[in-house]
């Protein structure tokens, strides 16, 4: 609370968390005043009390609410947001107080507005609306720390310019400091992402969000629910359910890159299970008709779900993102529409969604690689909203708490290859990730074993907090017809050229050394051949739990042996040759 | 680029059984060679090796230079072995096992018989602060036997010394006498 004395002008003004609350004419003696008497405000005028300062100061110029210093550089600081409210509605404070409180958001970064009470304005009115909070920013100096805004409970919703029915969400109206009917670009989109935006990456562009329902106890669980993920990591069941359009639909681009992404998926380190719901390639533009254990949806699909659409069990349902929700979003959030996709997913208890009020370019669809790379980053809802956004003040919007922070799953396995040996491994860059329970892993073209010598994969597990196994296990892989098949076992004798064979009572004995016990999946015949003729001979797999061993008639002179094994996916590899057998036994050493 | 092919599933945690010792015989695996018992003693690993065989004429095998081995699978699944003993086929006795009577050998690990081994030159303090050579030596084994009563400056340092009853002691005995000497 502060009251101001401006002698020149003969003015008094009364200023309440850094807001003009009234102003009056100063007496003729003003620059005798000496004495000033400080009252509450309240609209209950039967209430009385005492009023407690936490601080006192007298200054000859405007004094601030007290600007906390954002506790980090990134748009994770609470105070490197404003939070809207409308001062109109009682329960719009009521709101800012609960989500100050809980988010720990300074004083000074709420920002009351006395707003109209209906959720669309016209643009007029949000240009006045838009004039106070760059006014606020400037006087109280928080626009260098503050990176985004978030259009609170209460607060209008929609601007409609005048003679249309457009319904221009305000929060993508307020990326930019000025106000824009034309979609803009922004400037700190990207299809992928590698560092974490700062105040002076961001060129002008702002994060924005925005809380708004049906009611107050609806309201204040987008921060209960946010706080929660928080703290609690999604589950292995978890899935993501992604419905994309097919190229014929119109955005050939847009479903190229998004299924890029979505093929990818295994190499993100999401460590989440998905399901496509059709093929766009194969001009299948199929849709869910239900979906449960739902953490996240990525679609494009009608403004209104299938019936029953978010089944049980329920996922942690954190973000419900439809690109395409175009014609009803206007009356969405405050006075529900029945039907609209965004308000049943938030019914559904959705943390987060994304949807559209009007048509937009196509070149605004998002990036679903950004969008969920930030989250796995441990970034906030904001940051990967706006990162993924490749054009700003235009139809789509997001709700939800913009610090919202998820942990991804992190148990599952990392799989790293083909390699060629143990010494092509880099722990820190898996060529996969995949959730725990997935047993199979789809191999793009530079994944694929090598044509002719097969390629080596090491997989290892990683527990839920992240932590990896000591042991990798290994796995020979080779092609067969074109598709990548468990290479035989390894040998451990003989492993050299020139190794021989044991005499014994007048034939000769060939023994296999196996490295392990011998794997079903990995052996299904182990044949003696030479060089000579074609002639094999199989060895009986069942007699030791590691070795096989052949008796041949002592061979001719010059003949040289090896094994030939083959695996049940039907590779075969070789060991190296013996050394050629002489007339003489030297060779053939007696035993 | 679309995917094209899968990996089969390979990623299921099931441990796999560890591998066996294998026997060599003269450089080759034997298959009629199983260990039967492998025993390590003390600091300084004494090791020694029983073995069974099936073989037909197992007096053939006698003296003949056996080692046992574990393969080990290494990450890129090249192959390692893991020496277990290393030495020769000593005697041969017969063994009862589940009703049938089999032929054993017993086998010392070459280190083992090194250790075993007369030691030939040991050193000795005199009573005037010198060292001299002794072949007839025999330390006994023990932290306090065999240690000299008073400290030696030996090499810049106070220690004490062996100090012999003038009988054999073995490469074994010297070794683990020393080590009680710092």
């Known amino acids: 609370m502060e009251v101001g004395y401006d002698i020149p002008a003969a003015t008094l003004s009364l200023w309440i968390n850094g807001q003009a609350a009234g102003s009056s004419t100063l007496p003729a003696n003003a620059a005798d005043i000496s004495r000033c008497f400080l009252g509450g405000i309240q609209k209950d005028e039967s209430l009385s009390g005492e009023i407690f300062l936490d601080e006192w100061v007298t200054s000859d110029e405007y004094i601030s609410p007290v600007v906390v210093e954002p506790a980090s550089e990134f748009a994770d600081a609470p105070a490197r947001w404003l939070v809207i409210y409308n001062t109109t509605a ?40 838009l004039g106070e909070i760059e006014a606020y920013l400037n006087r109280n100096g928080l626009r260098p720390q503050v990176m985004g805004i978030l259009v609170g409970y209460g607060v209008p919703g929609y601007a409609v310019p005048p003679g249309t029915a457009f319904n221009l969400p305000i929060l993508s109206l307020l990326h930019y400091a000025e106000m824009s009917l034309f979609s803009t670009p922004n400037p700190a989109a990207a299809e992928s992402i590698h560092t974490r935006p700062r105040q002076a ?78 093929d766009p390639d194969a001009d299948n533009d199929a849709q869910f008709s239900a979906i449960d254990r739902d953490a996240f949806y990525w679609g494009w699909g009608p403004a209104t779900p299938p019936e029953n659409f978010f089944g049980e ?73 706006l990162l993924a956004a490749p054009r700003v003040q235009d139809g789509l919007y997001l709700v939800g708490d913009p610090l919202l922070r998820v942990q991804l799953p992190k148990a599952g396995w990392d799989v790293f290859g083909p390699l060629s040996g143990g010494r092509d491994l880099e722990p820190q860059t898996p060529a996969a990730s995949l959730p725990t329970g997935q047993l199979t892993l789809k191999l793009s073209a530079d994944q694929l074993p090598d044509e002719n010598d097969g390629g080596l994969y090491l997989v290892r597990q990683i527990d839920d907090e992240g932590r990896s196994e000591a042991n990798f296990r290994p796995l020979r892989v080779g092609r067969h017809d074109n598709f990548p098949a468990r290479m035989p076992s390894a040998v451990a004798w003989p492993n050299h050229d020139y190794w021989s064979f044991k005499k014994s009572r007048g034939v000769a004995i060939a023994t296999l050394v196996f490295a392990t016990p011998i794997d079903p999946y990995r052996l299904s015949a182990a044949a003696l051949i030479n060089d000579v003729n074609s002639t094999s001979i199989n060895a009986d797999l069942e007699t030791r739990p590691q070795q096989v061993s052949v008796e041949i008639d002592l061979p001719p002179a010059a003949t040289r042996y090896r094994w030939r094994l083959t695996s049940a996916d039907g590779l075969t590899s070789f060991t190296p040759w013996s050394a050629p057998s002489t007339a003489s036994p030297t060779l053939l050493e007696p035993a | 680029m679309s995917a094209t092919a899968t990996l089969p599933a390979m990623t299921s945690a099931r441990s796999v059984p560890a591998p066996r010792p294998v026997v060599f015989l003269s450089g080759r695996p034997e298959p009629d060679f199983v260990l039967e018992q492998l025993s390590a003693e003390g600091p300084l690993d004494l090791r020694g090796a029983r073995f069974r065989t099936t073989a037909h004429n197992p007096q053939h095998f006698a003296n003949a230079q056996v080692i046992a081995a574990t393969p080990r699978l290494l990450i890129d699944e090249q192959v390692a072995w893991e020496v277990l003993v290393h030495g020769r086929l000593a005697q041969t006795t017969n063994r009862t096992s589940e009703g049938n009577s089999y032929p054993y050998f017993t086998t010392e690990d070459s280190w083992a ?70």
């Not at chain 1, 609960?98 to 707003?115: F, Q, T």
């Not at chain 1, 990591?233 to 190229?256: H, I, K, N, S, V």
């Not at chain 1, 009803?328 to 965004?342: F, M, Q, Y």
């Not at chain 1, 559209?356 to 679903?368: G, I, K, N, Q, V």
Request: net charge negative.
């Open chain 2, 113 to 182: 018989e090194v250790l075993r081994s007369p030691a030939q030159n040991l050193w000795q303090a005199d009573p005037l602060l010198g060292l001299q050579t002794t072949s007839q030596a025999r330390l006994n084994l023990g932290d306090q036997s065999n240690r000299s009563n008073e400290k030696y400056l030996i090499n810049g340092k106070q220690i004490h010394v062996p100090q012999s009853s003038g009988e054999h002691w073995t490469v074994g005995q010297t070794l683990d006498t020393l080590s009680a000497f710092y």
């Open chain 1, 90 to 129: 009682p329960e719009s404070s009521q709101w800012a107080d609960s989500y100050r409180d809980a988010r720990r958001v300074p004083h000074a970064n709420c920002l009351g507005l006395p707003l109209s009470l209906s959720e669309s304005i016209s643009t007029v009115e949000y240009e006045d609306m």
């Open chain 1, 313 to 385: 069990p329920e996922g942690s349902r954190v973000a419900c993102v439809q690109l395409r929700t175009v014609g009803v979003a206007a009356t969405a959030l405050r006075s529900v529409t029945p039907g609209h996709w965004i308000d049943i997913a938030l019914d559904a208890g959705y943390a987060a969604a994304v949807g559209s009020s009007l048509s937009y370019s196509p070149d605004s669809l998002l990036y679903a690689r950004s969008f969920f790379e930030a989250l796995r980053r441990d970034w906030t809802l904001a940051e990967a909203y």
């Open chain 1, 201 to 278: 990456d961001l060129s002008g562009v702002r994060f924005t969000a925005r809380i708004d329902a049906p009611n107050l106890a609806s309201a204040n669980r987008f921060h209960e629910r946010s706080l929660t993920l928080t703290v609690a990591p999604l589950g292995a069941q978890d899935r993501l359910y992604f419905d994309p359009t097919t190229a014929a639909f119109g955005f050939p681009e847009w479903t190229g890159r998004a299924m890029d992404w979505y093929r990818s998926l295994d190499r993100q380190r999401l460590h989440i299970h998905s399901t496509l719901s059709g």
